[in-house]
Nanobody
Framework: QVQLVESGGGLVQAGGSLRLSCAAS????????MGWFRQAPGKGREFVAA????????YYTDSMKGRFIISRDNAENTVFLQMNSLKPEDTVVYYC??????????????????WGQGTQVTVSS
């Protein structure tokens, strides 16, 4: 079973930056898209960004576009999320996800069948 291993979360001051990484445990793992979601306590998972693994097309939620940048390293099966100009309201758990089967809608968490364990991001004011 492929695992997605996240790293890079932590504590940062408002206005600062963090870079999250997510690597698939198997080099031979192939997917159609990888994405980042985030979840606050008691709420559903919110789409942040996704990237089509073959074309590199990027997708963002409007509220984070311009502050967050998703990128990939195909050779290392790794996806990154560069988060800039962080705000206290960005304080949540971030999850990496991968589509093992093609789904056109990359915005729905229901269309991802591999998930990382989550990494906490805390932004202090």
């Amino acid at each position: 079973q492929v695992q997605l291993v996240e790293s890079g979360g932590g504590l940062v001051q408002a206005g600062g930056s963090l870079r999250l990484s997510c690597a698939a445990s198997e080099r031979t793992f192939s997917c159609y898209a990888m994405g980042w979601f985030r979840q606050a306590p008691g709420k559903g998972r919110e789409f942040v960004a996704a990237i089509n693994w073959s074309s590199g097309t990027k997708y963002y939620t409007d509220s984070m576009k311009g502050r967050f940048i998703i990128s990939r390293d195909n050779a290392e099966n790794t996806v990154f999320l560069q988060m800039n100009s962080l705000k206290p309201e960005d304080t949540v758990v971030y999850y990496c996800a991968a589509q093992g089967h093609y789904k056109a809608d990359v915005y729905s968490s229901l269309n991802y069948n591999y998930w990382g364990q989550g990494t906490q991001v805390t932004v202090s004011s």
